[in-house]
């Protein structure tokens, strides 16, 4: 959708004769017209979607990378795990301004930075933000923002009617598409068995695991994972580490 999105700007921006939004704001404040609104992609765990669909999500985030930018379109894109699978090179090419938090190794500092020294942070928001106008990191320090605080400043922009109308369409179609496939999934999905099957012998749990496994999407991964604890296979969520697995191998688990 976003990439659909952004052509169709660059289509908007030729026809006003701009070369960016700046530009098409500017000309469209001047004549009455609506303006053409930022948007902020945020990925929160970037490694879960690169299981699933790697090549495709590649191609996607370095072709919005590349060009988005003129078009008021931003990429945010977080992950627990800054491996080079996750974090490719045509990737880190077209996203030159990266922050690192504490880190477990050197290896994984060069991998986001392209530089030792986040493994040496000290946590709480401590970290070393890189950009194109720097060529050594700044150690900075991020602030702290509770869910309370998120949920206010989400509750602010709700009650100012502040979402674009394509944006309520777009999640309005999301919400449909979520609909149906939980529908569809939720307790007669006829990857329950495998899905099962792998938890138990890997003696761990996770919607990344059963989405490089079985080949399948985030979503309907996450699902099998919520039927999963629903039936006494798996324990409940803890935080960024793998479930715990309730049911020993060696059991009759062929029954839950």
């Known amino acids: 959708w976003l990439v659909s ?4 700007r660059f289509t908007l921006l030729a026809k006003a004769t701009v ?52 078009v008021g379109i931003h990429l945010v894109l ?12 045509l990737i880190k090419a077209n996203i030159t301004a990266r922050i690192a938090f504490q880190v477990a190794s050197q290896f994984d500092s060069r991998t986001i ?23 050594k990191p700044k150690r900075v320090q991020g602030a702290f923002i509770s869910e309370k605080e998120v ?3 989400v509750n602010w922009f709700k009650e100012k009617e502040m979402l674009p109308k394509f944006a309520k369409d777009l999640v309005e179609s999301l919400q449909k598409e979520e609909e149906f496939e939980k ?4 307790e007669d999905d006829p990857l329950y068995e495998k899905a099962k099957e792998v938890v138990i012998k890997e003696r761990r749990a996770s919607a ?19 039927l999963l604890e629903k ?26």
């Open 183 to 186: 529908e569809f999934f939720v």
């Open 151 to 153: 949920q206010r400043v």
């Open 78 to 89: 977080a992950t627990q795990r800054p491996s080079v699978e996750v974090l490719t090179g």
């Open 113 to 135: 930075l392209d530089l030792a020294g986040a493994e040496k942070l000290l946590g709480k928001g401590d970290m070393l933000f890189l950009s194109p106008e720097s060529p």
């Open 19 to 70: 070369r960016d939004i700046s530009g098409f704001n500017k000309k469209a404040l001047f004549e009455g017209e609506s303006l053409m609104p930022y948007i902020v992609l945020i990925i929160d765990e970037l490694a879960d979607i690169m299981a699933a669909k790697g090549r495709e999500v590649e191609n996607r985030i370095v072709r919005l990378a590349q060009l988005a930018r003129a």
């Open 5 to 8: 999105e952004m052509e169709r």
């Open 208 to 226: 990344s695991l059963l989405q490089r496994r079985l080949k399948i999407g985030y979503a309907r991964a996450a699902r099998l994972i919520d």
């Open 231 to 256: 039936r006494g296979v798996v324990g409940p969520s803890r935080g960024s580490k793998p479930r715990e697995v309730l049911i020993k191998e060696d059991e009759d688990w062929e029954k839950v």
